[in-house]
């Protein structure tokens, strides 16, 4: 099963929030969402899930339309962190909403993982700490039985012994029950040991979709030093300066093939060492300008 986003558009208040955004999302992967803040995730989140209404494009299971097959919708889940319409309730009677609403909807499974994490179910959900709303989400989330599930930061603001136990859960869900999760997040570490892909959100559309493990068989980073002050050519046409401390350049090379590898050769750096390839490396590539054509030394 494929859900595709087709040439999606939204205006609110007569702006342009989301302009042109596609992307296909296969069941199985895990989709990293990544954007500057105020960039427009959570917008596209609650319009994948007709929250807001798109003005133009759609988004389609299969071939069909959303938009046309509301039963569909049963099919992409997304728990809005702001919007709570159970903040007031206990987890029994949560359980009991999301029964009705979600055919799949496994009431036994949700309490026990809310027993899992010792979380009584006539606790009331705006009781819990931050940490254990998280938890409860994410059992919700499970337990729904639903193919396609939107995460939106699920990782702000909690502690390593949950935030483990999120990412535990995502990685069984996509590995045993064929789940598939859209996480938006700025933290962008737990986001790179479980991302398949990354959709960068700039301008209002997906400006770069990395598959990250076919990125990194072609991209490497290099620190170099160089000899003169002058930045090699190579450098300025074929790498992207990510960091600048003296004369220590870190560069981004995304295609480095035996062509621009010679180059870097060929100027006779002082220093190549390779260096880890992370998810904030192509961040910072996506977000920052390039460094001017000398080092300041």
Same mark, same amino acid.
């Given at each position: 099963?494929?859900l595709?986003?087709?040439?999606?558009?939204?205006?609110?208040? @007569?702006?342009?929030?989301?302009?042109?955004?596609?992307?296909?999302?296969?069941? @199985?992967?895990?989709l990293?969402?990544?954007?500057r803040?105020? =960039?427009?995730?959570?917008?596209?989140?609650?319009?994948?899930?007709?929250q807001?209404?798109?003005?133009?494009?759609g988004?389609?299971?299969?071939?069909?339309?959303?938009?046309?097959?509301?039963?569909?919708?049963?099919?992409?889940?997304?728990?809005?962190p702001v919007?709570?319409?159970?903040?007031h309730?206990?987890?029994?009677?949560?359980?009991?909403?999301?029964?009705?609403?979600?055919?799949?909807?496994?009431?036994?499974?949700?309490?026990?993982l809310?027993?899992?994490?010792?979380?009584?179910?006539?606790?009331?959900y705006?009781?819990?700490?931050?940490?254990?709303?998280?938890? =409860?989400?994410?059992?919700?989330?499970?337990?729904s039985?639903?193919?396609?599930?939107?995460?939106?930061?699920?990782?702000?603001?909690?502690?390593l012994?949950?935030?483990?136990?999120?990412?535990?859960?995502?990685?069984?869900?996509?590995?045993?029950?064929?789940?598939?999760?859209l996480?938006?997040?700025?933290?962008?570490?737990?986001l790179? @040991?479980?991302?398949?892909?990354? %959709?960068?959100?700039?301008?209002?559309?997906?400006?770069?979709?990395?598959?990250?493990?076919?990125?990194?068989?072609?991209a490497v980073?290099?620190?170099?030093?160089?000899?003169?002050?002058?930045?090699?050519?190579?450098?300025?046409?074929?790498?992207?300066?990510?960091?600048?401390? @003296?004369?220590?350049?870190?560069?981004l090379?995304?295609?480095?093939?035996?062509?621009?590898?010679?180059a870097?050769?060929?100027?006779?750096? =002082?220093?190549?060492?390779?260096?880890?390839?992370? %998810?904030?490396?192509?961040?910072?590539?996506?977000?920052?300008?390039?460094?001017?054509?000398?080092?300041?030394?």
């Open positions: 099963m494929e595709t986003v087709d040439h999606l558009g939204l205006a609110i208040a @007569g702006k342009n929030v989301l302009q042109d955004v596609s992307f296909r999302w296969q069941q @199985g992967q895990v990293g969402l990544v954007g803040n105020g =960039v427009g995730k959570t917008t596209l989140m609650r319009t994948l899930t007709d807001y209404r798109a003005q133009q494009g988004v389609f299971l299969g071939d069909a339309a959303l938009c046309h097959h509301p039963a569909l919708r049963q099919q992409l889940l997304y728990i809005d919007n709570l319409f159970f903040k309730n206990t987890l029994a009677q949560i359980s009991r909403y999301f029964a009705e609403t979600y055919e799949q909807f496994d009431a036994g499974r949700f309490a026990r809310a027993a899992d994490h010792d979380l009584p179910m006539g606790k009331q705006g009781e819990l700490s931050k940490g254990y709303q998280a938890l =409860v989400v994410m059992a919700l989330d499970l337990a039985n639903v193919p396609f599930v939107c995460l939106d930061e699920p990782f702000d603001g909690l502690d012994f949950i935030r483990e136990a999120i990412v535990k859960n995502v990685i069984a869900a996509v590995a045993n029950e064929d789940r598939s999760f996480i938006a997040s700025h933290d962008l570490r737990e790179d @040991g479980l991302a398949d892909r990354v %959709l960068f959100l700039r301008n209002g559309t997906i400006s770069h979709d990395y598959d990250l493990e076919s990125l990194r068989e072609k980073k290099l620190q170099l030093v160089f000899k003169d002050a002058e930045i090699p050519q190579v450098v300025r046409v074929h790498g992207q300066i990510l960091n600048v401390r @003296g004369r220590v350049l870190e560069v090379f995304k295609d480095y093939d035996p062509v621009v590898e010679a870097v050769k060929a100027a006779e750096p =002082v220093l190549a060492a390779p260096l880890p390839l992370e %998810l904030s490396d192509l961040f910072r590539s996506e977000y920052q300008d390039n460094e001017g054509e000398r080092v300041h030394g």
